[in-house]
C-alpha cells in the first residue's frame, strides 16, 4: 500500500482479461506467461504497466490499442478491459475470452494520511454508502458504462 496516500473502499472492480485464437493451445489465464507468447496491450494503460511488473516469460507487444497490434502482428493473446474484450469477442468468432482476469483495478477514492483519521473514515463510508444504494451503478450507466463495474458492497 503507498505510504503517502490513504485510499477509501473501493467504487468500482474493472477486470484484465486476455483474448487468444479458438484454437489456441491456451485453457486459462494462466497459461500465457510462457516462453515465445506474445501478448498485444496498449501502450500506457494500467494493464500494460501490470503485465509489464508480472510477466515473467512472455513479452508485452505494446500498441495504439492492444486488439489492433494483436491482429496486425500475429499475436498469440490480446490483452484489455473485460468489457470492450467481450464486446471485441463477440464480433469475432476466431477469438475467445481467457479466464480468469488477469488482474483486477480496484478503483477508489484517496487523500493524504496526514489527514485526520475521522476524514478517510467518512470517505469510506460515503462510497460504501454510494455503492449499497446503486448511486455509483447508476452513475456508470448514465455515462454509457457497464454498471457491473461497480464494486460489490463490502461487508
Given at each position: 500500500?503507498?505510504?503517502?496516500?490513504?485510499f477509501?473502499?473501493?467504487?468500482?472492480?474493472?477486470?484484465?482479461?486476455?483474448?487468444?485464437?479458438v484454437?489456441?493451445e491456451?485453457?486459462?489465464?494462466d497459461?500465457?506467461?510462457?516462453d515465445?507468447?506474445?501478448?498485444?496491450?496498449?501502450?500506457g494503460?494500467?494493464?500494460?504497466?501490470?503485465?509489464?511488473?508480472?510477466?515473467?516469460h512472455a513479452t508485452?507487444?505494446?500498441g495504439d490499442?492492444?486488439v489492433?497490434?494483436?491482429?496486425?502482428?500475429?499475436?498469440?493473446?490480446?490483452a484489455?478491459i473485460?468489457?470492450p474484450?467481450t464486446?471485441?469477442?463477440?464480433r469475432?468468432?476466431?477469438?475467445r475470452?481467457?479466464?480468469p482476469a488477469?488482474?483486477?483495478?480496484?478503483?477508489?477514492m484517496?487523500?493524504?494520511?496526514?489527514?485526520?483519521p475521522r476524514?478517510?473514515?467518512?470517505?469510506?463510508?460515503?462510497v460504501?454508502?454510494?455503492?449499497?444504494?446503486g448511486f455509483?451503478?447508476?452513475?456508470?450507466?448514465?455515462?454509457g458504462?457497464?454498471?457491473?463495474l461497480?464494486a460489490?458492497?463490502p461487508?
Amino acid at each position: 500500500m503507498n505510504k503517502e496516500v490513504a485510499f477509501t473502499t473501493p467504487y468500482v472492480h474493472i477486470e484484465g482479461v486476455y483474448a487468444a485464437p479458438v484454437d489456441s493451445e491456451f485453457t486459462s489465464a494462466d497459461d500465457v506467461d510462457r516462453d515465445g507468447v506474445r501478448v498485444g496491450v496498449k501502450k500506457g494503460s494500467a494493464y500494460d504497466l501490470y503485465l509489464s511488473r508480472t510477466l515473467r516469460h512472455a513479452t508485452v507487444v505494446r500498441g495504439d490499442e492492444g486488439v489492433d497490434v494483436f491482429h496486425a502482428e500475429s499475436l498469440d493473446v490480446a490483452a484489455g478491459i473485460r468489457q470492450p474484450m467481450t464486446a471485441h469477442v463477440a464480433r469475432r468468432t476466431e477469438l475467445r475470452l481467457l479466464e480468469p482476469a488477469f488482474m483486477m483495478i480496484r478503483q477508489a477514492m484517496g487523500t493524504t494520511k496526514e489527514r485526520r483519521p475521522r476524514t478517510t473514515q467518512f470517505l469510506s463510508e460515503l462510497v460504501t454508502e454510494l455503492v449499497a444504494s446503486g448511486f455509483v451503478a447508476e452513475a456508470l450507466r448514465r455515462s454509457g458504462q457497464d454498471p457491473a463495474l461497480a464494486a460489490p458492497t463490502p461487508v
